[in-house]
């Protein structure tokens, strides 16, 4: 079965960094696009960024130059480097794979405060 392990969330001050990873098992890894999504409290689930299964990148405009998401497939993981973060980042990190239908993971903590 599909699953998602989301890590590598925690506290950061502004203009800080983080890597959060998504260790991904159940399916045939590099054949998906992968996404990651934030929810920040009290705000609807949104797509933060994506990588298709060739590669290719593509990323919010709130997020664009600041973050970078990348895949392993040697490791079945996709990373989201998060630099120059701002507070308004907070939120609740979900990784995402639609085969069929959505599968999502537990979700990773990031807080950004000074």
């Known amino acids: 079965q599909v699953q998602l392990v989301e890590s590598g969330g925690g506290l950061a ?20 696009g ?3 999504y934030r929810q920040a409290p009290g705000k609807q689930r949104e797509l933060v960024a994506r990588i ?20 392993d497939n040697a ?6 480097q998060m630099n120059s973060l701002k507070l308004e980042d907070t939120a609740v990190y979900y990784c995402n794979l639609w085969q069929y239908r959505d599968y999502w993971g537990q979700g990773t903590q990031v807080t950004v405060s000074s």
């Open 13 to 32: 001050q502004p203009g800080g960094s983080l890597r959060l990873s998504c260790a991904a098992s159940g399916f045939t890894f590099s054949n998906y």
């Open 34 to 36: 992968m996404t990651w």
């Open 52 to 71: 298709e299964n060739t590669g290719t990148p593509n990323y919010s405009n709130s997020v664009k130059g600041r973050f970078t998401i990348s895949r």
């Open 75 to 80: 490791k079945n993981t996709v990373y989201l």
